[in-house]
């Protein structure tokens, strides 16, 4: 039986580099994003060519009623979830003093809320068959704090808790949650750096340069078929940056 991974914001960056490297290893996928299907098309196009099923869905993981509709469609498409990777988020830079209760619950909504309602029910269905894997995608912010990105630190840095918590209370049905705490990946969340500030950034980092989608995405891959042992980590990976 093929393995199937549900990976959400996977229209682009790490995500969609997620996606095509576990379909390039003989995984089913099913893919959601916030608002680009037409990307997500094209991810699932690619995933065919490579012999395996692709299941798409556009939607706010931040929304519970969206998710419900999302894992609904994932269970009568495929018998079960061996690996949730909890990817979905937006970043927002600004001072403190300046952020409107929208923007924060938006950014705590996309990162932390997401994981939340996703997990739940994908442990639904792990739980029976004492097996599964959920994979949080956070980032060093969260480790650490920065300035200027409050919300998206704490937000990550709820991430981060939760998986340890987490993966307390699931270790005994032989259930695996960690996350990655990744540095500086050269994705569109990066975007907004003009030349002279992406320099700066690379210029702090020991590795010197940022890292790759194609880096983040086969050390997900190795996360996901690491020993049962393996559990309750937040793995930071930076180029030796925080």
Known sequence: MQKTVVITGASRGIGRAAALHFAANGWNLAVCCRQNAALLETLCQK??????SCLSYTGDMGQPEQVARFFSQIWQRFPQIDVLINNAGVSFSGLFQDMTPDQWQQIVSSNLNSVFYCS???VRRMLPRQSGCILNVSSVWGNVGASCEV???????????????????????HIRVNAVAFGAIDTDMNAFLNAEERQALIDEIPAGRMGTAKEAAAFLYQLAEAPEYLTGQVITMDGGWI
């Open 151 to 173: 919300a998206y630190s704490a937000a990550k840095g709820g991430v981060s808790s939760l998986t340890k918590a987490l993966a307390k209370e699931l270790a005994p049905s």
């Open 120 to 122: 739940q029910q994908a």
């Open 47 to 52: 995933a065919g060519a490579l012999g395996v």
